[in-house]
T-cell receptor, first 112, second 112 residues
């Protein structure tokens, strides 16, 4: 079984809808991250969490919110989806600071 | 703010060639540097992690070097194969929170 899983893997939704992307990990890591990837722009950090009680904004947090339900679960929500949020979304985990990062398989989100 | 640049952006080579992919960063006060592989539409797979105190790491046909003083890392791929075709990204951890900053990647095609 994969160490970092994401659901759903693909999602098509309409403008204005609320969407939740979920991430679960079995690595026992405290640090979790949400990124989006767009062609030509690389990976950009949306939110990150260093433990259950710690949530931090990344460089592009506007329009997104997160919830760290447990050490193993970190969810990303789009409160009111818009077309420019169409992208590939990745969840990642790492152990202590500076440890290796592990990525989930990604969620391809299309907002029409 | 840390900036990471990868050159070249794309590379196409015949099978069997030895390759060098480059990664440069602007702030040499890094904690570590990680190289990833990404297949189209897929998640990132960690290849090598080099701590700031190390000069290089090796895994099979891959060798990554780190020169902090010049702000550079290289990923050397020996005897390239079509199965090596993918995008290769480097990420540098620096700053107080050790959040990785990603380059935009080098897209590699190895043709038979």
């Amino acid at each position: 079984d994969a160490d970092v899983t994401q659901t759903p893997r693909n999602r098509i939704t309409k403008t204005g809808k609320r969407i939740m992307l979920e991430c679960s990990q079995t690595k026992g890591h405290d640090r979790m991250y949400w990124y989006r990837q767009d062609p030509g722009l690389g990976l950009r950090l949306i939110y990150y969490s260093f433990d259950v009680k710690d949530i931090n904004k990344g460089e592009i947090s506007d329009g997104y919110s997160v919830s760290r339900q447990a050490q193993a679960k970190f969810s990303l929500s789009l409160e009111s989806a818009i077309p420019n949020q169409t992208a590939l979304y990745f969840c990642a985990t790492s152990g202590d600071k500076g440890w290796e990062q592990y990525f989930g398989p990604g969620t391809r989100l299309t907002v029409t | 703010k840390q900036e990471v640049t990868q050159i070249p952006a794309a590379l196409s080579v015949p099978e069997g060639e030895n390759l060098v992919l480059n990664c440069s960063f602007t702030d040499s006060a890094i904690y570590n540097l990680q190289w990833f592989r990404q297949d189209p539409g897929k998640g990132l797979t960690s290849l090598l992690l080099i701590q700031s105190s190390q000069r290089e790491q090796t895994s099979g046909r891959l060798n990554a070097s780190l020169d902090k003083s010049s702000g550079r890392s290289t990923l050397y791929i020996a005897a390239s194969q079509p199965g090596d075709s993918a995008t290769y990204l480097c990420a540098v951890s620096s700053g107080g929170s050790y959040i990785p900053t990603f380059g935009r990647g080098t897209s590699l095609i190895v043709h038979p």
